[in-house]
């Protein structure tokens, strides 16, 4: 038997493996379905040559996008006038729980037909870059998620949120802006989540900003979690990350103080604490704290939730789960009132002496987001 499940995508027929001996047919991929996938027929080659599309090769530094409105999901790349490229894939995967995501979240792999890192290493997934030869990978699929202030650990992912809508909010040849809106229930009072992501031509990094607001009639609390076991330099492995900060390498589980450090991030470059050498790719992501919203906890460590307390000298050594998480809360909200989070994500530059990550130029006013989240 056979079981269509479509995306609405349309980009392409895709027969998976089902449960019980059934077959899958569905009109898309995302990251998750790869391993039981069994023919593919993508749609965009067949149609380009029925067209007689001939495709020129620019040296512009441009921004290219897509992005289904009514699912939130879809993908930026920002090509470089060198031939490099940035990748930000929103929403293309099922999460660990076999869930579909909706709307402005990390995670993902481009549809069938525009891989070009091959399922080999899923490097071009989440947010990578390639150089021109191969595909880095620098952010996984984020773990983020909220949870009600009178029980912290009950945690709710973005894939049980109530999907709103999402939109291209700006489109210009310089700047583009995705949004989505989503609602949550924490202890019985609604709260509404807006998202905006701001992506400009020539930048490695995209600015988030997250808008939480209590839409209940009475106060209302709230946990807030953004983090990752990112995978710096190839999908799947944690081997040759060390976490990193302005002014200093983090080889062990550590806290570090927000307000005195705005981002931190993770170096492919060897951990020594680990037993490594520095023969790793060099590549390093950073994530950037902004605004008035700081977070109240920031902390690498060997698994999502938990960290050495101070002086323990704990390497950051897991094969493949050294994390880095933010975490906001508890926060209390007024019926009506909002806190929006503001980040900075993406890749770290190079110090062309040392070698080591520089965090790019990230300025940007805040305010100038807040036209792109719904009002108040």
Same mark, same amino acid.
């Given at each position: 038997?056979?079981?269509?499940?479509?995306?609405?995508?349309?980009?392409?027929?895709?027969?998976?493996?089902?449960?019980?001996?059934?077959l899958e047919i569905k009109d898309d991929l995302v990251l998750g379905d790869e391993n039981r996938l069994v023919l593919a027929l993508p749609a965009q080659p067949l149609l380009r040559f029925l067209r007689g599309d001939?495709?020129?090769?620019?040296?512009?530094?441009?921004?290219?996008?897509?992005?289904?409105?009514?699912? *939130?999901?879809?993908?930026?790349?920002?090509?470089?006038?060198?031939?490099?490229?940035?990748?930000?894939?929103?929403?293309?995967?099922?999460?660990?729980?076999?869930?579909?995501?909706?709307?402005?979240?990390?995670?993902?792999?481009?549809?069938?037909?525009?891989?070009?890192?091959?399922?080999?290493?899923?490097?071009d997934t989440g947010v990578s870059f390639y150089d021109g030869n191969r595909w880095f990978h620098l952010w996984c699929n984020v773990n983020e998620s909220i949870s009600p202030w009178s029980n912290p650990s009950s945690t709710i992912a973005p894939s049980l949120w109530r999907f709103l809508d999402s939109r291209v909010a700006k489109q210009t040849s310089e700047e583009l802006v995705i949004t989505s809106s989503h609602e949550v229930e924490l202890d019985g009072l609604p709260f509404r989540i807006d998202r905006a992501a701001r992506f400009t031509a020539g930048a490695r990094y995209f600015t988030l900003a997250i808008r939480i607001t209590n839409v209940g009639q009475y106060p209302g609390g709230y946990y807030y979690v953004y983090g990752d076991e990112p995978w710096v330099g190839n999908y799947g492995s944690s081997i040759g990350n060390v976490g990193w900060v302005k002014d200093?390498?983090?080889?062990?589980?550590?806290?570090?103080?927000?307000?005195?450090?705005?981002?931190?991030?993770?170096?492919?470059?060897?951990?020594?604490?680990?037993?490594?050498?520095?023969?790793?790719? *060099?590549?390093?992501?950073?994530?950037?704290?902004?605004?008035?919203?700081?977070?109240?906890?920031?902390?690498?460590?060997?698994?999502? *939730?938990?960290?050495?307390?101070?002086?323990?000298?704990?390497?950051?050594?897991?094969?493949?789960?050294?994390?880095?998480?933010?975490?906001?809360? @508890?926060?209390?909200?007024?019926? *009506?009132?909002?806190?929006?989070?503001?980040?900075?994500?993406?890749?770290?530059?190079?110090? @062309?002496?040392?070698?080591?990550?520089?965090?790019?130029?990230?300025?940007?006013?805040?305010?100038?987001?807040? @036209?792109?989240?719904? @009002?108040?």
């Open positions: 038997m056979v079981r269509f499940r479509p995306y609405w995508h349309f980009e392409g027929i895709y027969v998976l493996k089902g449960g019980n001996g059934l001939v495709s020129y090769a620019t040296d512009a530094t441009r921004l290219e996008h897509e992005w289904y409105r009514f699912d *939130g999901s879809g993908h930026v790349k920002g090509h470089f006038a060198d031939g490099t490229i940035f990748l930000t894939c929103l929403s293309r995967y099922l999460d660990s729980d076999g869930r579909e995501t909706r709307g402005v979240f990390v995670g993902g792999e481009l549809p069938y037909h525009l891989n070009q890192a091959g399922n080999e290493t899923l490097n200093r390498l983090v080889p062990y589980e550590e806290t570090i103080n927000p307000q005195e450090h705005h981002w931190a991030g993770y170096f492919d470059y060897g951990n020594e604490a680990a037993g490594e050498e520095h023969n790793y790719s *060099g590549m390093a992501n950073f994530i950037e704290w902004k605004g008035n919203v700081t977070p109240d906890l920031v902390y690498f460590s060997n698994k999502i *939730g938990s960290f050495a307390p101070p002086g323990s000298r704990v390497p950051l050594n897991h094969p493949n789960n050294r994390v880095l998480f933010l975490q906001w809360g @508890p926060r209390l909200l007024a019926s *009506g009132q909002s806190n929006t989070i503001i980040l900075s994500i993406g890749m770290a530059d190079r110090d @062309p002496v040392s070698g080591f990550p520089v965090k790019p130029d990230t300025t940007l006013d805040p305010a100038l987001l807040e @036209p792109f989240l719904p @009002p108040r």
